[in-house]
């Protein structure tokens, strides 16, 4: 069974909805510890799963960048990527496959596959479904040190887990904090 893995950037508030620049992919130059583990978590994964708003951002976006030092527009135009979407037909961005069918259903069909990781990011909404319906395995927070004081959150209101392992905290240079979290 593979490893489904939400992978937020999330501020010490909580919020994982980016309503002011605190997060900006682009400004990662000054922060290459960071974008180093990022690619790290990128070659244990083979599967990028998103809701139908944050892959036309990232359609909209990443396709776009000609000159990225990040490396994130080379790992998004060759990684396989899966958008859950009722209302989206074409996803006109390649190695992309629309998952139309109930969403818990298709993840578990997924995470059934043989492969490597599957990492949600953004898609709040995907998220929650996914949380509530037990199938994420690992959480995997970048803690940004900004207080947003709004926003939406990783875990849907009156949702409970009642305890979570610590896998790993690592600290980088900018303040940031990769906390990692499995159930119990």
Do not use: C
């Not at 489904?4 to 909580?14: K, R």
């Not at 998103?50 to 990040?70: A, I, K, L, N, S």
Request: without cysteine; proline residues 5%; glycine residues 6%.
């Amino acid at each position: 069974m593979r490893t489904l893995a939400i992978t937020e950037n999330i501020t010490v508030d909580g919020s994982i909805e980016m309503l002011t620049d605190w997060f900006d992919p682009q400004a990662q130059s000054d922060m290459t510890d960071v974008l180093e583990e990022s690619h790290r978590q990128d070659d244990n994964a083979d599967a990028l799963l998103v809701g139908r708003r944050t892959f036309e951002d990232f359609r909209g976006y990443w396709p776009r960048q000609t000159d990225d030092p990040t490396g994130i527009t080379a790992y998004l135009n060759q990684v396989q990527k899966y958008v859950v979407s009722t209302t989206l037909t074409d996803p006109m961005w390649d190695n992309s496959t629309i998952l139309s069918g109930d969403p818990a259903e298709e993840v578990r069909a997924l995470k059934a596959r043989a492969g490597k990781d599957i990492v949600l990011t953004g898609s709040i909404r995907l998220a929650h479904t996914l949380i509530a319906a037990g199938l994420v395995d690992e959480y995997r927070l970048f803690v940004y040190p900004v207080v947003q004081g709004s926003g939406r959150r990783l875990f849907p209101d009156g949702f409970e887990i009642p305890r979570l392992t610590l896998a790993e905290a690592k600290p980088f240079r900018s303040g940031i904090v990769l906390t990692r979290y499995v159930p119990a």
